[in-house]
C-alpha cells in the first residue's frame, strides 16, 4: 500500500477505504472481506430499511439556526487514517473564539462540528456504530483543524439520539481498526466462515454460509474442507 514519506505517515487518494467500512470491520470481519474484497452484497429487510433512512436524511435540506447550521451528506476524508465517506448530517455550533471553533465560509464567529450518524435499529452492544461515527469526526478534525469532542447516534427505532464522547479510547479503538481494515484489504484474503447469534441478523448469511452448510455439523464440515483446500 502506497504511503507518503511525511513525518506523520499519509494514504496516497487511491488507497482509500470507504469509511463505512468500519462498521463492517467491526461487526464481522468476515462480512467486511464479502462487501470490501468480493464485492458480494445482498439486502434483506434491515438493509432495506437502512438504505432509505438514509436516502432521507441525504434529501433533507440544511437548517439554519441562530447558533446552529445543520449541513447533509458531507463529504469527508482522512488521510491519515486513509478513509473517506459521507457523513449523514453534520451540526455546527457557534462557540466562543477561546474554544477555537472552525470558520465556516460566508458566516462570523466560531463553528463546532457535531456529527450525526442515523440508523434504522436500536443501540448496539458492540461499538460497530460508535467507532464509525468517531471515524467521521477523525476525518473532521483533520479537514478543519478544529477539535471534535462528541457527536450523536439517532436510532430509528427508539427514534432518539445516544451522545456519544469521543473519548482517548474510543479514537484508539477507532484508529486501530481503520489499520486492520488496511490490513485486510491489503492482504487480499477472505476470513473463514463460523457461526454466532448475530450471523442472523446480516444480510450476506446466505452468501457466506450457505443453507446447507449450516447446523453445527455441517458447519464443521464446511470449515474442514475449506481449510482442507487451503492446504491443498
Not at 446552529?68 to 455546527?92: K, N, P, W, Y
Not at 477539535?147 to 464522547?165: E, S, T
Not at 481494515?181 to 491489503?186: D, G, N, Q
Request: hydrophobic share 35%.
Amino acid at each position: 500500500m502506497r504511503r507518503t514519506s511525511q513525518a506523520v505517515a499519509r494514504y496516497a487518494e487511491a488507497d482509500l477505504l470507504p469509511l463505512s467500512g468500519l462498521q463492517h470491520l467491526m461487526f464481522c470481519e468476515r462480512q467486511c472481506a464479502l462487501i470490501h474484497l468480493e464485492r458480494a452484497w445482498r439486502d434483506n429487510v434491515r438493509t432495506a430499511q437502512g438504505r432509505i433512512l438514509h436516502e432521507r436524511v441525504d434529501a433533507g435540506d440544511g437548517e439554519r439556526r441562530t447558533d446552529c447550521r445543520v449541513a447533509r451528506g458531507i463529504q469527508l476524508c482522512s488521510s491519515r487514517l486513509g478513509l473517506t465517506g459521507r457523513a449523514d448530517v453534520v451540526e455546527f455550533h457557534r462557540v466562543g473564539e477561546a474554544q477555537k471553533g472552525a470558520r465556516l465560509s460566508g458566516l462570523d464567529g466560531h463553528w463546532r462540528p457535531f456529527p450525526v450518524e442515523y440508523k434504522r435499529g436500536e443501540p448496539k452492544r458492540i461499538d460497530c456504530d460508535r467507532v464509525q461515527l468517531c471515524a467521521q469526526a477523525l476525518c473532521l478534525e483533520e479537514m478543519l483543524a478544529v477539535a471534535v469532542p462528541a457527536g450523536a447516534l439517532f436510532y430509528a427505532r427508539i427514534r432518539r439520539r445516544q451522545n456519544v464522547v469521543f473519548d482517548s479510547e474510543l479514537r484508539k479503538t477507532t484508529e486501530d481498526a481503520a489499520r486492520r481494515f488496511h490490513e485486510l484489504i491489503t492482504s487480499g484474503k477472505t476470513p473463514l466462515a463460523w457461526c454466532a447469534p448475530k450471523c442472523r441478523s446480516c444480510s450476506l448469511l446466505p452468501v457466506c454460509i450457505p443453507p446447507k452448510k449450516r447446523g453445527h455439523r455441517s458447519v464443521s464440515r464446511y470449515l474442514a474442507t475449506a481449510i482442507a483446500e487451503l492446504d491443498g
